[in-house]
């Protein structure tokens, strides 16, 4: 089930939202939460429920396991088990067919017979919550949690629904007290409908429509593309992954505030980074941190040689990009990244602090979208000649940007520019304290975009047969 | 204060949800989807998905505010239409624009998206494998292609589309040599200074367009169906005030937009129809049968689609026998060799011949890779214990991009049975005889083959060899 669905809003969250505030007692919430968190997640995948399950229960284990371990090696021991029962289980799932076609590639070649695996179901959200359920043990293993005996409590950190499917990737730490008990405000409830409004009008409104556009030219012949075309495809690109990523952490914390939690920041206007290094402190900081915290730190972090460093960076982007998605695309990606992370390291950084702040922007959003191409391309081939079309080296095109400038999406354009800037939280802050007028009329604004968002997810589903007749 | 305004924030959001639940459930229990409701994948969301459409379709239906008034400000405040299928031009003209996924009128005629190579082989074998079945009947074989609205009228498109090349019929025409193509794009193009030949509101020519082309077709068909059409002094012209067409209602606004159009009526009509002549239409309009004994031509066959239905009073004057098959894209050919006519005439709308591609009946195309298979580079040789092995070994093949592997299946069953094919979610059955070694074609366009099996799952060995086209 996903939060823009109108089965989630007028039937889901209305019977999440009473049922929880009817209850009185956390423990009761608790269990509440957990069984319509089970239910989300099993309403969309089925008897795959089973497989977070079975994380849960691993991981539940395993960390009880490793607080219980008599020495060192017994607890080290436990935890490499349950990283790679978790991370086989992620290999199982998200990489079997990946990985049997790549052998393939070589089996063809030493002309060894190929392996035929059949397509292995993704389960949703599956990078998610086995992340999140390894943080936990990782946690309890170098003791910066207390190890959770209760296993409802353990399975709803990992299921909560709000940030299952598509994050963030929740500490145990910053959630923990919070599950032990938490009190649900008037001011935090309102807060947290007002984020999730703004989420939803996020998803609805801008990055579904710049989506569509970019489905449309990422879809065509890339060797068809004109240079406008190809830019535009990758601007709209840029603007549905960041809007509908950064709404549905919206709509999470939202949710999670409407219910009494909080959870940490996910974005922080990453498109006004002046360099890649700021751009990856702002941009889905719940798997950046997780990454630095879980890999690149125990790598060695920048405790080493700079050589060394630059490789773990390599390599931590590396798996980064395969988080991801298993293809060669998301690899290409977080190398693209970490690659650039290197040279900033090694100096670029400081040669780049020395041109003006609107340069600094170009260079870091020139490479982002480089990067955004490699993730969205259907695969190597498509990329480069995507890349090609960007510079213009297209012969005869025939696919251009203006054709695409209906004044809806000129209209989404503007708006999605003015929103991947902090201009709406600074005119927030400024309105605040201007009395209770303004306030009224803040909560009405959200109420008609609420209302605007809703009308337009129940007309993105009318596609009429053109000769059906009512 | 403050507090009484965010409780009413709260209050004024709950009641929203509560309102949208309200219409949720009271749309679920009218409209009777309960009954309708079958287990769609692995889970039950494939119910609520399908839900989904249902009550949006409902409330459409219903001109609820909340699609109705998204459709008004849209179309006021933005002059766009509210849906991606169409277009809102200049002068109160609609146009088709994405009707489904992949198949984007606009783009077509505007010359924007070209081919892929593989798309064009693809349909150039399609239409060469309907020749040749109908030709190997004793039939001739005619392509008709009917332009879109867009390609005669794009000077009533928004000033931003603008025409970028010369258009997929142009790629895909000069590969038909060899087969008779009536293209009535050029005749359209020609004849507009007679009159609007297209609704402004309706993706179809109106009559009078229609009584044009059906004039070109008559001229161009081969001899000997070729005869002087009918002129257009020998019918009545009328214009008369009509509610908005398919487009219009596409937007829900067929009652609004009403526009002028024409209507022929023949002074003196000769044909009469025999079966099929109610005069409603759709998707599932039946097949019609006209027969006019003083006609000097013989019996002809039309497979058709939409365009055609205003044609056929026309055309039917000058056959003897004529049978109009409607289906999209395409080729029945049970109804033909159940007609025997001497002519086919299998009749595309420009924009059918983009997106999804129809695949030919098993008879035509057994009968068209009978004669070609072995002329086709052959990429392997397999012998399999059972379908199910031959099915991994022919998917693990590796074909170079753009080339559409054909697998001939050689199947020796004891007891007669049928072959059973999965293409994307539909069964193909292919015929298989008892004791004779039978030998099936089969155009594996991955991913589109999900299976293949016997009838009841009796095993067998199978020889299986490969080509590529």
């Known amino acids: 089930m996903v939060f823009s669905s109108t089965t989630f809003l007028f039937v889901f969250l209305p019977m999440v939202l009473l049922g929880h505030t009817l209850l009185r007692t956390t423990t009761g919430r608790n269990v509440f939460l957990l069984i319509t968190s089970l239910l989300f997640y099993a309403w969309g995948e089925g008897p795959f429920v089973l497989v977070m399950l079975a994380a849960i229960f691993i991981n539940h284990f395993a960390a009880i396991q490793i607080a219980r371990a008599p020495d060192a090696h017994t607890r080290k021991r436990s935890l490499i088990y349950t990283i790679v029962c978790s991370l086989g289980m992620l290999v199982v799932f998200k990489y079997a067919n990946f990985i049997v076609d790549n052998l393939n590639i070589v089996l063809q070649t030493l002309s060894i017979k190929p392996l035929y695996l059949m397509p292995v179901h993704l389960p949703i959200g599956i990078s998610f919550f086995i992340f999140q359920s390894v943080s936990y043990v990782l946690d309890v293993y170098r003791g910066d949690t207390e190890v959770q005996r209760k296993i409802s409590r353990t399975a709803l950190y990992v299921a909560l629904f709000p940030q299952l499917i598509a994050g963030p990737i929740v500490r145990y730490t910053d959630v923990a007290a919070q599950m032990q008990d938490r009190t649900i405000r008037r001011d935090a409830f309102a807060a947290g409908v007002q984020r999730f409004i703004i989420g939803l009008a996020k998803k609805i409104l801008l990055a579904d429509p710049l989506g569509y556009v970019a489905d449309q030219l990422f879809g065509a012949p890339a060797g068809a593309l004109g240079a406008d075309a190809a830019w535009l495809g990758v601007v709209c690109y840029a603007f549905q992954i960041y809007f509908d990523f950064s709404a549905y952490s919206d709509m999470a914390i939202g949710l999670g505030r409407m219910l009494g939690f909080q959870f940490l920041e996910n974005f922080n206007y990453p498109y006004i980074a002046a360099s890649v290094r700021e751009f990856w402190r702002r941009w889905h900081i719940s798997l950046s941190t997780w990454f630095r915290d879980y890999l690149y730190i125990p790598l060695g972090g920048s405790r080493i040689t700079a050589r060394r460093t630059y490789f773990n960076l390599l390599i931590v982007f590396f798996l980064c990009g395969l988080w991801h998605g298993a293809s060669w695309n998301f690899a290409a990606w977080g190398l693209l990244h970490g690659l650039f992370l290197a040279l900033e390291r090694a100096g670029l950084d400081r040669w780049i602090q020395r041109l003006p702040v609107v340069l600094r922007h170009a260079y870091t959003l020139f490479v982002v979208l480089i990067g955004w191409v490699l993730f969205r391309a259907e695969d190597g081939a498509h990329a480069w000649q995507y890349l090609q079309a960007m510079a213009g080296w297209n012969a005869a095109p025939t696919y251009y940007a203006t054709f695409y400038f209906d004044p809806e999406t000129l209209l989404t354009l503007l708006a999605a520019t003015v929103f991947c800037t902090p201009l709406y939280p600074v005119l927030e802050r400024r309105l605040s304290g201007q009395g209770v007028w303004v306030e009224a009329l803040r909560l009405l604004f959200l109420l008609g975009l609420f209302a605007f968002s809703v009308s337009t997810l129940v007309n993105s589903t009318y596609n009429p047969f053109i000769y059906f007749r009512f | ?469």
């Open chain 2, 1 to 469: 204060m403050n507090r009484f305004i965010h409780t009413a924030f709260l209050f004024t959001f709950c009641g929203m949800l509560a309102y949208g639940g309200w219409l949720y459930w009271r749309v679920f229990a009218e409209s009777g989807f309960s009954k309708q409701i079958k287990w769609v994948g692995h889970a039950p969301s494939g119910i609520t998905n399908a839900y989904e459409l249902e009550f949006t379709r409902i409330l459409s239906a219903q001109r609820h505010p909340l699609i109705t008034g998204l459709a008004g400000l849209k179309w006021n405040a933005l002059d766009v239409s509210f849906i991606r299928k169409v277009e809102k031009g200049r002068e109160g003209w609609l146009f088709l624009k994405e009707e489904v996924a992949g198949r984007n009128e606009l783009l077509q005629s505007l010359g924007i998206r070209p081919y892929l190579d593989f798309e064009r082989k693809m349909w150039k074998l399609i239409i060469a494998q309907r020749a040749a079945w109908t030709n190997a009947q004793g039939m001739q074989y005619v392509m008709v292609v009917v332009p879109n609205k867009t390609s005669i009228y794009p000077e009533y498109l928004p000033a931003r589309d603008r025409v970028a090349g010369p258009g997929n019929l142009t790629q895909l025409l000069p590969d038909l040599s060899g087969i008779q193509v009536i293209n009535l794009t050029d005749s359209l193009l020609n004849q507009k200074h007679t009159g609007q030949l297209f609704h402004k509101n309706d993706t179809h020519w109106n009559e009078l367009g229609a009584f044009v082309a059906y004039q070109s077709l008559m001229r161009a068909l081969p001899p000997p169906f070729r005869e002087t059409p009918m002129p257009l002094d020998s019918v009545v012209l009328e214009w008369t005030t009509t509610p908005g067409g398919d487009l219009a209602r596409l937007l829900l606004m067929d009652s609004l937009l009403l526009e002028r159009a024409a209507r022929v009526t023949l002074r003196n009509p000769q044909a009469h129809c025999e079966t099929g002549c109610d005069s409603s239409y759709g998707p599932f309009m039946p097949s019609k049968h006209f027969r006019n004994p003083r006609a000097r031509l013989s019996k002809v066959f039309f497979d058709h689609d939409s365009f055609f239905r205003s044609l056929i009073p026309y055309v039917a004057e000058h056959f003897q026998e004529s049978v109009f098959y409607w289906e999209w894209q395409g080729f029945n050919d049970y109804e033909i060799g159940q007609a025997q006519p001497g002519l086919v005439v299998d009749e595309f709308v420009e924009r059918s011949l983009i997106g999804d591609r129809p695949r030919n009946n098993p008879p035509v195309l057994q009968h068209y890779w009978q004669q070609q298979f072995d002329a086709l580079p052959q990429l392997a040789r397999l012998s399999c214990k059972s379908l199910r092995q031959a099915f991994r070994q022919i998917e693990l093949i590796g074909v170079e991009a753009g080339a559409l592997p054909v697998v001939a299946l050689e199947l020796t069953p004891t007891s007669a049975s049928r072959l059973i094919v999965e293409y994307d979610d539909k069964e193909v059955f292919y015929p298989l005889e008892a004791g004779k070694k039978n030998t099936v074609y089969l155009e594996w366009e991955r991913p589109r083959v999900k299976d293949l099996r016997v009838e009841r799952d009796v095993e067998m060995g199978v020889a299986v060899r490969v080509g590529t086209y």
